[in-house]
Each structure stands twice: as C-alpha cells, then as structure tokens.
C-alpha cells in the first residue's frame, strides 16, 4: 500500500537560514509526488511536482525538491527561508496503478524566528 | 480557473444523524477524492472515485460511504454521525497524474 513518512513534525529556523524538510514513501513501483503548502487558515497550495525525467525540481516561492529513488526519497529545500514561509507542508505521493489514488503526509508544521 | 465547490464551510450536527457532504467540481476531471485533516495526523483518504459510480476505499473508510452519480459531483455520507467524526473535511480534484485542487473544506461539528 501507498504510505508518505514525514518524519518531522515541527521545524524551526532562522530568518535567511536554508530549510530541508523530508518526505520518505512506501511505493511498489515509480510515483509522482507533490508538495503543498497550507498557511494557518487557508487551503493548500501546490509548491512542486515530479512525475519523471529531471530529479530536481524547482518550484514557486523559490523552493525545489528532488527524487532519490534509492532511497524513497522527495525532500523539499529552499536555501534562505523568510518569516512568511512559516507554514504547514504536506508531501503527497500517487501512482496510476492504483488508480491515481493520491495519499499524503502528516505534515511539517515550520516556524521561523527571527 | 478550476473550482471545487463544497455545499457547506460550517456545518454542526447530532451523534446518530445521517450527514451528507457534497463536493461539485467544473473542470470534468475523473477522479475525485475525500479527505479528513486533523492536527497532527495530516490529510487522510477516506475514498476517492476514478470514474462515475466507481469508488475505491481509502485509508479510513470505516463510518462513511460515497455516491457518484454524475462525474461532477461525489458526495460523502456518514451513516450515523459521531463525535470522533468532529472534523475538516476537503474534497479534491485530481486529472490522470497531475495536481489535485482542493474545495475550500467543510468544518463539521458533531455533538
């Protein structure tokens, strides 16, 4: 069965400093995966996707991604954070044989102090 | 621009009563889903629908059904509402693999 692993739940980080939030799957063949981005109060927004070929990739808000296969990997980063990226962050992984069932995360929840 | 609309944002209702959540989409996408996000536990599935009358169960099925009757619109029912019942729920949109779009998500309350 499909499974999404976030595996921290808060983060806290500095104003500029770089982020990494991590997003491990449980998947029998290649997935695509999102990020989505929830600010307190509003619905989710897509960050990125990947679905084949180039395993970095760059979405909005200056944040990228990149798919390790090797190690199920679909890690989110951006290199300064700013005080309004604080915000919860959902991965999300599907797959066309299961029906594109889409399953997601628990979420990250990120603070940024100034 | 894609709209997902949910019929309610607010919605309170008493242990035992039969409640229908109701989610039409204009964008003629298959598939369609609905979760329920709770702190800390994210956004689970609770049954997602690739075609009309076709429905597949998701992660916590258990107390809901679903009905698609036309490819617009998927509804989620609680056969007997209770407490532990009590939260957001989002309905989605999703074409083939690409993005899913959200409603703007029903906030239920069973008392």
């Known amino acids: 069965a499909q499974s999404v692993t976030q595996p921290d739940i808060h983060i806290t980080v500095s104003e500029g400093a770089s982020l990494e939030l991590r997003c491990n799957y449980s998947?029998?063949?290649?997935?695509?995966l999102f990020w989505y981005v929830q600010s307190p109060g509003q619905g989710l927004q897509l960050l990125l996707k990947?679905?084949?070929?180039?395993?970095l990739v760059q979405g909005i808000k200056g944040f990228e991604a990149e798919f390790k296969r090797s190690q199920s990997s679909f890690n989110l980063r951006k290199p300064s954070v700013h005080w309004s990226d604080a915000a919860e962050y959902f991965c999300?992984?599907?797959?066309?044989?299961?029906?594109?069932?889409?399953?997601f995360g628990a979420g990250t929840i990120l603070r940024v102090k100034s | 621009d894609v709209k997902v609309t949910q019929s309610s944002r607010y919605l309170v209702k008493r242990t035992g009563e039969k409640v229908f959540l109701e989610c039409v989409q204009d964008?003629?996408?298959?598939?369609m889903f609905w979760y329920r996000q709770d702190p800390g536990l994210g956004l689970r599935l609770i049954y997602f629908?690739?075609?009309?009358?076709?429905?597949e169960k998701g992660d916590i099925p258990e107390g809901y059904s679903v009905s698609r009757e036309k490819k617009e619109r998927f509804s989620l029912i609680l056969e007997s509402a209770s407490t532990n019942q009590t939260s957001m729920y989002l309905c989605?949109?999703?074409?083939?693999?690409?993005?899913?779009?959200f409603g703007q998500g029903t906030r239920l309350t069973v008392v």
């Open positions: 998947y029998g063949a290649t997935p695509y």
């Open positions: 964008m003629d996408h298959e598939n």
């Open positions: 999300a992984v599907g797959a066309l044989e299961y029906g594109n069932k889409l399953v």
């Open positions: 989605a949109i999703a074409k083939g693999r690409a993005e899913a779009f």
């Open positions: 990947y679905f084949s070929g180039d395993t």
């Open positions: 629908s690739y075609d009309v009358k076709m429905k």
